[in-house]
């Protein structure tokens, strides 16, 4: 019993080491080896019940994932992370709200991530719903807050397609981006302090693969 707990012990103080002596660059790369390891189909063998000990008591994510709740799109499974690795933020139109600030700024300041990725997906009905104007109970509102990208889009093409609607979820991307960096002084004043990067990507439906948009 005793081995067992220290054990845990020596764990859970070897993953908080890995994670303050990890750089956001750091956290960028394991990101990109994660997603191109889901692409090649060669994910890591994780043993689940021993990563359930390994943070029953403490968590130390490397990331901040906001993306759609879409379900192709789970973010532990596009970077191949394990239980404990990243904190997850789902809402459709990977859009950002106070709540959601909120949690991005626990993520980073007390929970120690380095890194926030806004990662948004190519065909993302969201994003669909705001460019036909659907309206529809609280989704409506929503739906509004991607509806600036549209606007911006509309600027430079006026057929509303694919090529449209994936288009606009990479300006939705960026826009967020832009929203939690002007809207979060914690998460502003942590950038500057090279403590963490705040960076957008869109997963692509059709192969798995992520695009960093840097």
Avoid: W
Avoid at 57 to 82: K, M, N, Y
Avoid at 188 to 200: D, F, P, S, T, V
Wanted: proline share 1%.
């Amino acid at each position: 019993m005793e081995e067992t707990i220290q054990s845990t012990i020596q764990s859970m103080y070897k993953h908080k080491l890995r994670l303050e002596s990890l750089s956001p660059q750091a956290a960028l790369e394991l990101l990109k080896e994660g997603n191109a390891r889901f692409v090649q189909n060669l994910e890591q063998d994780r043993n689940h019940l021993e990563q359930i000990n390994e943070t029953k008591d403490e968590q130390h994510p490397f990331a901040v994932i906001l993306s759609c709740i879409d379900s192709r799109t789970s973010a532990e499974l596009i970077f191949d992370q394990g239980l404990g690795d990243v904190l997850s933020i789902r809402i459709a139109g990977n859009v950002v709200n106070d709540d959601i600030l909120g949690s991005i700024e626990f993520g980073c300041k007390i929970a120690g991530a380095k890194i926030i990725v806004v990662l948004g997906h190519t065909n993302c009905s969201a994003v669909r719903g705001a460019c036909n104007g659907t309206a529809m109970g609280h989704f409506t509102g929503l739906l509004n807050k991607i509806h600036p990208s549209v606007e911006e889009e509309l600027k430079v093409n006026k057929v509303v397609d694919n090529g449209f609607i994936d288009n606009v979820s990479l300006r939705n991307v960026v826009n967020t981006v832009k929203e939690i960096n002007n809207k979060s002084s914690i998460v502003n004043e942590m950038i500057r302090g090279k403590q963490i990067m705040l960076i957008g990507g869109l997963y692509d439906l059709n192969n798995g693969k992520v695009s960093f948009i840097e």
